[in-house]
Nanobody, 116 residues
Framework: QVQLVESGGGLAQPGGSLRLSCVAS????????ISWYRQAPGKMRALVAR????????NYADSVKGRFTISRDNAKNMVYLQMNSLKPEDTAMYLC?????????WGQGTQVTVSS
């Protein structure tokens, strides 16, 4: 059974940090580029960060550059999103997605709320 399960969300204060995790199972994780997306109420789902299969290359949305870092551990089938200097506008449901040349899988998401 293919699964992507996110964790690590919660409530953070502006300027604070959270580390999101995504654990994969049921597919050849190391063959999949992994992305983090976010969706706030009433807004379109937006790409936050992406990492290639070997972790050598990453890219980020302009709104999170310099604050967020995506990484992966293929031995553990894990992807992480370190989020620093959080802002209220980072509040959203965060989802991880795995994509190969032919297939795509999504997790259910973890909620991040940034508020004082």
């Amino acid at each position: 059974q293919v699964q992507l399960v996110e964790s690590g969300g919660g409530l953070a204060q502006p300027g604070g940090s959270l580390r999101l995790s995504c654990v994969a199972s049921g597919f050849a994780f190391s063959n999949y580029a992994i992305s983090w997306y976010r969706q706030a109420p009433g807004k379109m789902r937006a790409l936050v960060a992406r990492i290639t299969t070997d972790g050598a290359n990453t890219n980020y949305a302009d709104s999170v550059k310099g604050r967020f870092t995506i990484s992966r551990d293929n031995a553990k089938n894990m992807v992480y999103l370190q989020m620093n200097s959080l802002k209220p506008e980072d509040t959203a449901m965060y989802l991880c997605a795995g994509r190969s040349t032919t297939l795509e899988y999504w997790g259910q998401g973890t909620q991040v709320t940034v508020s004082s």
